[in-house]
């Protein structure tokens, strides 16, 4: 299967720290995508890599990729409250047009 | 920005009854997708569609059929819902053939088979 695998399951740090979210996978892919879900709401894309990028940023997000481990990461910086959330990978692999999402992470912020 | 709007927050439906869970995108999208998604198990795709009046099945289609009668609206439908459909639906929309696009996430119809 080429879903994503998230690491860790769940994640609690001090606000003002950074979080850490990894992400495995197993077969060749296009591009990989993180998504954040808020409690009870629909996902939010949040960026896109693609196979031959290693690395992203938008704001206080930095994701990498190693295509050769076959995983990625999702780094944010200065965590604030409003980013406790579940956050997914999803990965979409060169043999089809599906996107397969992983189970997630649950980040909580701590004030 | 893009809007995906799924037309119910909550529902609770009977056992055997046929529920229609609609959704509608603003932004001419071609491309439109269902998920069922449960605790421990992930976001699993129902069905999906890239042009109107197609369909095609993901990976959990049984008991659930859908249609694609106009671009912006697609509908789920549960012939006959039974207890094991409870969860969270969610309906999302790009804009172009996967794998270039992100998908855009109505926020949800949480469905409870009673």
């Known amino acids: 299967s080429q879903q994503g695998e998230e690491d860790p399951q769940a994640l609690s740090i001090q606000e003002g720290e950074n979080a850490t979210m990894n992400c495995s996978y197993k077969?060749?892919?296009?591009?990989l995508q993180w998504y954040r879900q808020n409690s009870g709401r629909g996902l939010v894309h949040l960026i896109l890599i693609r196979s031959n990028e290693r690395e992203k940023h938008s704001g206080r997000l930095r994701v990498t990729l190693d295509t050769s481990k076959k995983s990625s990461s999702l780094l944010i910086t200065a965590s604030r409250a409003a980013d406790t959330a579940s956050y997914f990978c999803a990965v979409v692999g060169n043999r089809d047009d599906k996107i397969i999402f992983g189970k997630g992470t649950r980040l909580h912020i701590l004030p | 920005d893009v809007k995906v709007t799924q037309s119910s927050r909550y529902l609770v439906k009977r056992t055997g009854e046929k529920v229609f869970l609609e959704c509608v995108q603003d932004m001419d999208h071609e491309n439109m997708f269902w998920y069922r998604q449960d605790p421990g198990l992930g976001l699993r795709l129902i069905y999906f569609?890239?042009?109107?009046?197609?369909?095609e099945k993901g990976d959990i289609p049984e008991g659930y059929s859908v249609s694609r009668e106009k671009k912006e609206r697609f509908s789920l439908i549960l012939e006959s819902a039974s207890t094991n459909q409870t969860s969270m639906y969610l309906c999302?929309?790009?804009?172009?053939?996967?794998?270039?696009?992100?998908?855009?996430f109505g926020n949800g119809t949480r469905l409870t088979v009673t």
């Open positions: 999302a929309s790009s804009p172009e053939a996967l794998p270039r696009s992100p998908l855009h």
């Open positions: 569609s890239y042009d109107v009046k197609m369909k």
């Open positions: 077969t060749s892919i296009n591009n």
